[in-house]
C-alpha cells in the first residue's frame, strides 16, 4: 500500500519541476546559440589571419616561395590566451613552412574559393584549423594549402562568461519564484489546516455544521459533505436514542411484572396459591424474551444496511412455505386456517434469507395475534417483474389514518388487543428497505381485515 504523500510536495514537485526544466532548456539553448556565433567571431578572425599569410606565398622561376621574417611570425603567433599555428604546404612541394604536425584537410575535398573549418589536434591541446588555397601567379604552379588554427581558451572563456551571465539570473528568478510558490501554497493550503483544526477542537457531541464563512469554493464542496454526514449522524444518533429510551420503556414494564409476581410467589404458602403468579412469571417472560429477540432482529437488519451487504438469489415459494410451515402450530391454537397460494414454478428475488424469514414472520405473528379466532389467513405469492409477497387476514383491520404510523418503533394502535411491543412492522419496514421492497397496506378480502403487499425486484 502507497503511503500518503504530502499535498504541499505535489504542488511544489508539480510547479517548480516544470519551471527548472524550462530554466536549463532554455540556459542550454542560449549557450549554444552563443557557442554559434562566438564560433563565427573567432572563425572569422582565423580565416583573416589565413588570407594574411596567402600574400607571402610567390612564385618564382616555377617555384613556390614563403618568406615571412622570423619577427612577423613571433607578431603573427602572439597571443594573449591561445596559442597560434600555421602550416605552408603544396601537392608537389610538400611541407613549406610553419608547424608541420598540424593536422591538413583532404585537397580533394576543398573548393579552391572556399575556407575549410575543422577541429584538430596539435600537441595535445584541441585547436579550431581554417584551411584556405591559394595560387600563385604562375599558371604552371600547383595550389598552395594553408591553414591556420589556434587552441579553444579565448571561445571556452567566452561560453563560461556567457553561461554564468545567462544561468545566475535564471537560478535568482527560480529561488525568487519559487519562494513565492512556496507562500503562496501555504497560504493556499491555510484554509485547510484551519479547518482541520476547528474540527479538531470540536467535541464529540457537537454536530452543528461547519461554517464555510471564509473557505475557498474548492473546499467548500469538502466542507459540504462533512455537513451532510454530520446531519445523518446527527439523525441518526436521535433516532439510536429514542430507540434505546422506547427499549427501556418496554422492558421495564415485564420486569417490573416478574419482580411483582416473584414477590408474591414467595408469600404464598403452597403450590396452589403459587400457581397464578408463576403463570404471570412465564408471561412476562415470554414478553422479555420476544421483545429482546425482536431487539435482536432491528439491530441486525441495520447494521446490515449500514454495511455493503451481498444479497443472494433465493426462492420466495421455497422460503414462503417453510416459514408458513413454522407458524400452523400458533395458528391452530387460535383455530385459524393458515393457507399458503403460491405458482408451481419458482420465483425468483434477491435478498437475505434470514432477514425475509423474519419479515413474514412478523406479518404471521400479527395476522394471527390480531385476526378473528376461527378465522383464515392467506399467504399469495404472485410472479412477474416486480414478485409480490401478500398477507391476508380476516381480523379488525386498520384504519387508514394509521397505515402511515403503524411501521414507527414502538407505536401500537390505541385500544388493539394483544401484548405486542409494537416493533413487529417497524423490522418489516426495515427489512423491505433494505432490499429495495415497496410495501402497500389495505383492506383484506370483503374490505374486512388487513392486506400488506410487499413488491420485490427480481433477483
Keep these: 500500500m502507497r503511503e500518503p504523500q504530502s499535498l504541499r510536495a505535489q504542488l511544489l514537485s508539480r510547479l517548480t519541476l516544470p519551471l527548472l526544466i524550462v530554466v536549463i532548456l532554455d540556459a542550454s539553448v542560449s549557450y ?70 598540424l593536422p591538413s584537410p583532404v585537397l580533394a575535398t576543398m573548393a579552391s574559393d572556399e575556407p575549410f573549418f575543422s577541429d584538430g589536434e596539435i600537441l595535445g591541446q584541441k585547436v579550431r584549423i581554417v584551411s584556405v588555397l591559394t595560387a600563385p601567379t604562375t599558371d604552371d604552379s600547383d595550389d598552395v594549402l594553408i591553414s591556420v588554427a589556434e587552441t579553444l581558451n579565448k571561445r571556452r572563456g567566452m561560453m563560461n562568461e556567457i553561461l554564468l551571465a545567462v544561468v545566475l539570473p535564471q537560478l535568482l528568478l527560480v529561488l525568487i519564484t519559487g519562494f513565492h510558490i512556496w507562500t503562496g ?163 425468483g428475488i434477491a435478498g437475505d434469507e434470514t432477514l425475509l424469514r423474519e419479515l413474514l414472520s412478523n406479518l404471521l405473528d400479527n395476522a394471527i395475534a390480531y385476526g378473528n379466532p376461527d378465522g383464515h389467513i392467506s399467504v399469495q405469492i404472485e410472479p412477474g417483474l416486480e414478485p409480490r409477497l401478500i398477507v391476508e387476514d380476516d381480523g379488525s383491520g386498520i384504519q387508514a389514518n394509521e397505515a402511515d404510523r403503524i411501521f414507527e418503533r414502538f407505536y401500537r394502535i390505541p385500544g388493539s388487543r394483544g401484548e405486542g411491543c409494537g416493533l413487529g412492522l417497524a423490522i418489516v419496514k426495515e427489512i423491505a428497505d433494505l432490499h429495495s421492497a415497496r410495501i402497500e397496506v389495505g383492506s383484506g378480502p370483503r374490505g374486512r381485515g388487513t392486506r400488506i403487499e410487499i413488491s420485490f425486484g427480481v433477483g
Design 32 to 101: 549554444f546559440v552563443a557557442l554559434h556565433y562566438a564560433d563565427q567571431a573567432y572563425d572569422s578572425w582565423l580565416l583573416d589571419s589565413a588570407k594574411s599569410l596567402t600574400q607571402e606565398v610567390k612564385a618564382h622561376k616555377d617555384k613556390v616561395t614563403f618568406e615571412l621574417p622570423p619577427i612577423a611570425v613571433e607578431v603573427f603567433r602572439w597571443d594573449a590566451m591561445d596559442k597560434t599555428f600555421f602550416k605552408v604546404e603544396s601537392e608537389a612541394a610538400g611541407f613549406i613552412a610553419g608547424d608541420k604536425g
Design 185 to 347: 501554497i501555504n497560504r493556499g493550503l491555510s484554509p485547510l489546516n484551519d479547518l482541520a483544526k476547528l474540527i479538531a477542537q470540536r467535541s464529540a457531541r457537537d454536530l452543528n455544521p461547519i461554517s464555510d464563512a471564509g473557505v475557498p469554493l474548492e473546499v467548500r464542496s469538502l466542507t459540504h459533505t462533512i455537513n451532510a454526514l454530520l446531519d445523518r449522524l446527527g439523525a441518526n444518533l436521535k433516532t439510536q436514542q429514542r430507540f434505546i429510551e422506547n427499549a427501556a420503556h418496554q422492558l421495564r414494564t415485564p420486569l417490573a411484572g416478574l419482580k411483582v409476581q416473584a414477590e408474591r410467589a414467595l408469600m404464598a404458602d403452597n403450590l396452589e396459591s403459587m400457581r397464578p403468579a408463576l403463570a404471570h412469571i412465564k408471561n412476562s417472560a415470554d414478553r422479555v424474551a420476544h421483545l429482546s429477540t425482536q431487539l435482536l432482529v432491528l439491530a441486525r437488519s441495520e447494521s446490515v444496511s449500514q454495511t455493503a451487504h451481498e444479497l443472494k438469489s433465493l426462492d420466495l415459494i421455497t422460503l414462503s412455505r417453510a416459514c408458513c410451515m413454522d407458524w400452523v402450530p400458533k395458528a391452530l391454537e387460535r383455530n385459524i386456517e393458515l393457507g399458503l397460494d403460491a405458482p408451481t414454478t419458482p420465483v
